[in-house]
């Protein structure tokens, strides 16, 4: 990714695993702080983890993307925490 994303924040959903991850490890190297959001509390914060050691800026966040108030929620921890 050849995007500088310095300053800004990036939410991804099923990001403990597979696809959602790889794109927010790509996200956390070009610079953003990225929440790392899925329904595995500690899947999240292992991924969130791994770009924090790396240097990153990342928070892991239960979130079910079918409950709006699951989102709602979410999306609040993560406006508090960056």
Request: proline share 0%; no cysteine; glycine share 12%.
């Amino acid at each position: 990714m050849a995007a500088d994303l310095s300053g800004k924040t990036a939410v991804v959903t099923g990001a403990a695993s597979g696809i959602g991850k790889e794109i927010a490890l790509e996200l956390a190297k070009a610079g953003a702080a990225v929440a790392i959001a899925d329904l595995s509390q500690d899947g999240a914060n292992a991924v969130a983890d791994e770009i924090n050691k790396a240097g990153g800026k990342a928070i892991g966040v239960a979130m079910d993307v079918t409950n709006e108030e699951a989102v709602n929620t979410g999306i609040d921890k993560v406006a508090e925490a960056f």
